[in-house]
Nanobody, 115 residues
Framework: QVQLVESGGGLVQPGGSLRLSCAAS????????MGWYRQAPGKERELVAH???????NYADSVKGRFTISRDYAKNTVNLQMNSLKPEDTAVYSC?????????WGQGTQVTVSS
């Protein structure tokens, strides 16, 4: 049993900041990779950032220098700090956790960047 719940989405003006959080529960260990993805209307889901068990991170080129992913291993929480937001960042943001047999997803949180 694994459950992921995202929070922190909302409406923000271009250039603003927002912090997303993903709370995980169930049989998750520090060895599992966790990450953030996003999907805009009519678009395919795309990678935003991943963080490995060792704390190594990967970012989409479009968010490098603006977004930061972090993880609290004791609480099984992964966060995404988003700065210098652009209208093209508007999407539903979902977190996930990766197992050898597959991936679990949260339901997502809406982020809207608009003036």
């Amino acid at each position: 049993q694994v459950q992921l719940v995202e929070s922190g989405g909302g409406l923000v003006q271009p250039g603003g900041s927002l912090r997303l959080s993903c709370a995980a529960s169930g049989s998750i260990s520090s060895s599992n990779v966790m990450g953030w993805y996003r999907q805009a209307p009519g678009k395919e889901r795309e990678l935003v950032a991943h963080i490995t068990h060792g704390g190594n991170t990967n970012y989409a080129d479009s968010v490098k220098g603006r977004f930061t992913i972090s993880r609290d291993y004791a609480k099984n929480t992964v966060n995404l700090q988003m700065n210098s937001l652009k209208p093209e960042d508007t999407a539903v943001y979902s977190c996930n956790v990766v197992f050898y047999y597959g991936t679990y997803w949260g339901q997502g949180t809406q982020v809207t960047v608009s003036s």
